[in-house]
């Protein structure tokens, strides 16, 4: 199966500022399909981004994803304090399914 | 707008199984997959199964072979997540969550909290 490893593992940040978190894949993710959550403490996960880049309905735009192969990106360009949460990286594209094990993004 | 809504949390002794329901509503039930993913305390998110009840198939993960089963009843439109000899290791908050049929989980249910212990 393929393991995904997730950097930093904490990330402490001030509202305002750009968030960068990474995604590394143990092979290369087929068609990209690599998607982001964001979980919030006592509450479900919920869909980001699929296909490496694309945003879910309702997700603002200042959500990014890119990258391809090994290596993707989450970037948030401007924090705002609703985003402070977990986010986790997962790899669809062969089975089973598989999950990094999360960034926290913290308010610093 | 798919809406996912789980059973209630369950205290188990070891050994023993736990079935949680998942109820959903806002779409045709035999046309989505639903996956079961579970989140230890503190902990990431573990894929368990799906289930295509459009085919009748189930995929297991291999870590839970022969401990699982995922059923399901279209008149309801509730999916079931049965997992049996239970261990303290267990204990964790299982979702489900509608699957694309790749593993792409668009929406999901609230969680249910089952804690093993003696």
């Known amino acids: 199966e393929i393991v995904l490893t997730q950097s930093p593992g904490t990330l402490s940040l001030s509202p305002g500022e750009r968030a960068t978190l990474s995604c590394r894949a143990s092979?290369?993710?087929?068609?990209?399909?690599l998607a982001w959550y964001q979980q919030k403490p006592g509450q479900a996960p919920r869909l980001f981004i699929y296909?490496?880049?694309s945003r879910a309905t309702g997700i603002p735009d200042r959500f990014g994803g890119s990258g391809s192969g090994t290596d993707f990106t989450l970037t948030i360009s401007r924090l705002e304090p609703e985003d402070f949460a977990v986010y986790y990286c997962?790899?669809?594209?062969?089975?089973?399914?598989?999950f990094g094990p999360g960034t926290k993004v913290d308010i610093k | 707008q798919v809406q996912l809504v789980q059973s209630g949390a369950e205290m188990k002794k070891p050994g023993s199984s736990v079935k949680v329901s998942c109820k959903a509503s806002?779409?045709?039930?035999?046309?989505?997959?639903l996956s079961w993913v579970r989140q230890a305390p503190g902990q990431g998110l573990e894929w368990m199964g799906r289930?295509?009840?459009?085919?009748?198939?189930?995929n297991y993960a291999q870590t839970f072979q022969g401990r699982l089963t995922i059923t399901a009843d279209e008149s309801t439109s509730t999916a079931y997540m049965d997992l049996s000899s239970l261990r303290s290791e267990d204990t964790a908050v299982y979702y489900c969550?509608?699957?694309?049929?790749?593993?792409?989980?668009?929406?999901w249910g609230q969680g249910t909290l089952v804690t093993v212990s003696s």
């Open positions: 969550a509608r699957d694309s049929g790749v593993g792409l989980f668009d929406f």
């Open positions: 806002g779409a045709t039930f035999s046309s989505y997959t």
């Open positions: 289930l295509i009840p459009m085919l009748g198939t189930v």
């Open positions: 092979q290369s993710v087929s068609s990209s399909n």
């Open positions: 296909g490496a880049s």
């Open positions: 997962q790899q669809y594209g062969s089975s089973p399914p598989t």
